[in-house]
């Protein structure tokens, strides 16, 4: 049935996909043109809520008359990927550790329980307060906002790996490490990418609040100024540029998943299953050949 | 992932924890006394215990900022899940609604909810108003997907079922649709939940005159790090106390998951459909 | 619709004493460039129990689904009761190789829905609803969950549910399928059971050629590519039937004609 369906879909739904793209962009711009409107008429306080237009011409004084939003996006992007990095690598290790050991699991649950349901941004002040005003106290937020997706999704990977497969590796001879490498961690690695996806959606929220925190620099820092100065047409093109980032890192994650854990996918499958026959073809003709 | 009741009501369980809490706070204690760590940067446990004694016995001054955050986290999830179930259910509804709405939610969710805390402040006002508004904000998105994800997944077999027992589009989507779809919506209000909190701290954080993120980053901007970790266990228990109220209710709704609620539940249908023969 | 004519025609199938009719049935998806089922004729008499086997992709399900009217037809005539099918309708009960059953409804709760669906349940619904679980043994659990419930126990709530919705014509799709083979069997013999003892008339879908042979009082042998209707095997043995009945030459022979049938093809 799903065969027929997705059939029928690619013979007769090319013209349908147009239509609906053009109603996609018919409300899309319909909504802008009413939001431009009430801005116009004053139905909208510009103040509160900037006109499209205002937006755009925004867009075009911080990117390029201007050009000022580049090293304040520049700041934001490093720190959120160092503190992205550390705190995922700190996260997946300490999973995968407190994962095969029984005992250190049982005695940390309840630390988890306590720290799952603090809201963990809620010690960027104090974070800040000790390690000072400064790049380390915000790549320590990050990192701890980032730390505890990959660290519980590694876990939870780790535990509830397959019973059989298990066995299977155990009657085979197989040491700790080589279940590790070779079991455990591949079949965790879709868990993994999910909570690593979480982690850099974690990272980009961590940044904001630190930069609004301390306020010095960073698109944080940007967003507070220019609505402090009720400059809100510039906020929100800043917003709009997390936006696009956010939209890139989601993608960018989704690729890297597929890449990853190319047995999950067809795509990957084929891609994969071709270089590994070559590859298996090149050693056979090295060999004959020898 | 965790059962928390086992170790919340099992002493034999508690006994070992406890113990190496103790033990790992009476290192603590003797690292800082003995020079090793700076005092400012991480404060003695009986410090910590001293400002704990204080904001929450003696002076009390926490229970304000407590019950501000605490409310308006929840009401911020109240509106958020709102607007959430009830998109949610339109779009399930309606194939056209879901396709031209559902691009703006998936908009709404790439943008950080929290990059609106200034904007959102300008909006409503250093009062709760804006907390509560953020909150919503950020707990919109988890509660939206995952209701529309329960309600969209078919199974086709009982949907023919149903059809050959001439069921109408309206029972089939209250009889079969929304219970299929309650676990995976209560998973995404439970993360919804905790989102929420996060929001209204981080307004508080911002700008704001009473809450226990503006008592926070008062404490710690005066350096003083053991009330600021006495503020931080309030959060704590917000977030647990609401994680548990959530938990409860899935408990309650979606007892079909549970083995030991199943039960419970089966004897009591039991004790209903008897009284309702005798009568 | 004309009652009168519509009338007379079941008139005539019920004196020639057969439920379902199918002259020429057809079925294609996508603007005919799949075909599912092709030129199906035939006939199934009242309280009889027929067998549809055949590998997969021959059809089967896909006439079963014509004849509950879940799907439409895109050749050919196809009556119940002397009435044409057009859509679901309440002479017949499906079942499924999944129980599918509501799993936060108690196996007495899943019984009942069919009449829940349609009025308010009454008295007399209950009392049934609960002789149908005796009838299928399942009387001490009526206030189970489906999850506390085994596979075979899981499929007999269903079958119970298929008998409370009161239609006359079972139409089961591999029903037990997905069990294992001790309680596939014991199964069976409780449904023939079952079904003689409420007087249905069954089409039962497998694709196991014993099984099909085992419980039917016509095997309907079809093949695949397109879905056809190969042919009508009359099985002639006295019911009761136990087991044993598997291992007569009789019982092998027939096996080894549908076996023919389908290999030829």
Known sequence: MADVVTQ??????????????????????TLILLWELGALMGWLDPLFFPAPSAILTSFWRIYFAQGNIWYHLYVSLGLVFAGFTAGSILGIGLGA??????????FLQPYVIVLEATPRIAVA??????????ATSKIAIIMLVCFFAPFINTLSGVINVDRDRMELMRSLGASKLQVLRKLVLPEAVPVIMAGERLALTSALSGVLVAEFIQRDQGIGTLILTYTRNLNMASAFACILTLTLIGFLIFKGME????????????????????????AWATAQRGQSNA | MHEPRDFLFWPARVLPHLALLVALLGLWEWAVASGSVDTIMVPRPSAIMAAIFELYVTKGSIYQHFFITLAEAVFGFLIGAGVAIALAVSSSLSENFERYVSPYAVVLNVTPGIALTPIIIAWFGYGMGSKIALAAVICFFPIFVNTLTGLRQTDPDREELFRSFGASRRQVFTQLRVPAALPLMFAGLKIGLTTALIGAVVAEFAQATAGVGVLMSRFSFALDMASSLATL????????????????????????RRDARMSAVSRARARAWASGAEK | MNTMQSSAQAATAARRGIVIEGRDVGKSFGGGSVIALEGASFSVKAGSFVSLVGPSGCGKSTLLRLIAGLIDRTSGQLTVHGRDVKGPHSDVGMMFQRATLLEWRTAIENVLLPVELQRTVTAADRARATELLAMVGLKDFAFSFPSQLSGGMQQRVALARLLQTGADILLLDEPFGALDEFTRERLNIELMRIVGEVGATTLFVTHNILEAIFLADEVMVMTPRPGRLARMVHVPFARPRTPELTLTPEFNALVAEVRDILGTH
């Open chain 2, 233 to 256: 266990l309030s959060m704590t228990l917000i977030g647990l106390l609401l994680f548990y109220t959530m938990e409860f209710l899935d408990d309650r709704v979606v007892f079909w």
């Open chain 1, 255 to 278: 690729k890297l998943d597929h890449h990853i854990a190319y047995w999950k996918n067809e795509a990957g499958l084929r891609r994969v299953g071709a270089k590994r026959a070559q």
């Open chain 1, 8 to 29: 029928m879909a690619a013979t007769g739904g090319k013209s349908l996909r147009q239509r609906q793209n053009a109603t996609h962009i018919g409300i899309f711009l």
């Open chain 1, 125 to 134: 002040p104090l974070l800040i307060a000790a390690l000072g005003f400064g």
């Open chain 1, 97 to 106: 550790v407190v994962g095969m050991n029984g005992l250190v699991r049982r």
